[in-house]
């Protein structure tokens, strides 16, 4: 999800020329998986499978399962706070209750599984060390990467040089 957002961020996606050199087959399968309609309902499918595949698999990286963790814990919280632990009848709700263990106990089967993957220090330190921009700063390195293209982005393109650039 932080992909596609990152990826449809307005400084990003105006990028025209650059976009028109890239292969957009695996971000289109991704923003289709990631679709929120329907309650995610793309994802949920590709998530059941993966947990299905997961049960079969034979080496450590079939197991692999990476859930969207803020939906999940999304899931969580309604199902607890939408749910009555009580029936009307005042009898426990189980199936509130079953739904929640089998929720966390996913949870916890996925994150037991061992990573095969081997940890790359130089991709490591360049996430722990790159620099975070603000919004601002993303439109002026996106005007830099590709010219303003009308009257507004060239107005916006000075303001943003003249803010930053009397900052350092």
Same mark, same amino acid.
């Given at each position: 999800?932080?992909?596609?957002?990152?990826? &449809?961020?307005?400084?990003?996606?105006? #990028?025209?020329? @650059?976009?028109?050199?890239?292969?957009?087959?695996?971000?289109?399968? #991704?923003?289709?998986?990631?679709?929120?309609?329907?309650?995610?309902? &793309?994802?949920? @499918?590709?998530?059941?499978?993966?947990?299905?595949?997961?049960?079969?698999?034979?080496?450590?990286?079939?197991?692999?399962?990476?859930?969207? !963790?803020?939906?999940?814990?999304?899931?969580?919280? !309604?199902?607890?706070?939408?749910?009555?632990?009580?029936?009307? &009848?005042?009898?426990?709700?189980?199936?509130?209750?079953?739904?929640?263990?089998?929720?966390?106990?996913?949870?916890?089967?996925?994150?037991?599984?061992?990573?095969?993957?081997?940890?790359?220090?130089?991709? #490591?330190?360049? #996430?722990? @060390?790159?620099?975070?921009?603000?919004?601002?700063?993303?439109?002026?390195?996106?005007?830099?990467?590709?010219?303003?293209?009308?009257?507004?982005?060239?107005?916006?393109?000075?303001?943003?040089?003249?803010?930053?650039?009397?900052?350092?």
């Amino acid at each position: 999800m932080a992909i596609i957002s990152g990826m &449809n961020m307005s400084p990003v996606s105006r #990028l025209r020329k @650059t976009w028109n050199k890239v292969k957009t087959a695996k971000f289109d399968i #991704l923003e289709h998986q990631m679709d929120p309609s329907s309650n995610f309902y &793309n994802y949920r @499918t590709a998530l059941r499978g993966a947990m299905q595949r997961s049960l079969t698999a034979n080496s450590s990286r079939e197991k692999i399962v990476v859930p969207f !963790f803020s939906l999940l814990i999304k899931d969580i919280y !309604f199902l607890n706070e939408g749910c009555s632990s009580r029936l009307p &009848n005042g009898h426990v709700n189980f199936e509130k209750f079953w739904e929640l263990a089998k929720q966390v106990s996913d949870f916890m089967t996925w994150k037991q599984v061992e990573c095969p993957f081997e940890k790359d220090r130089k991709i #490591l330190q360049y #996430l722990l @060390t790159a620099p975070v921009f603000t919004e601002d700063a993303l439109y002026l390195a996106s005007y830099e990467s590709e010219g303003p293209e009308n009257n507004t982005e060239k107005d916006r393109c000075k303001s943003l040089r003249s803010t930053l650039l009397s900052r350092v």
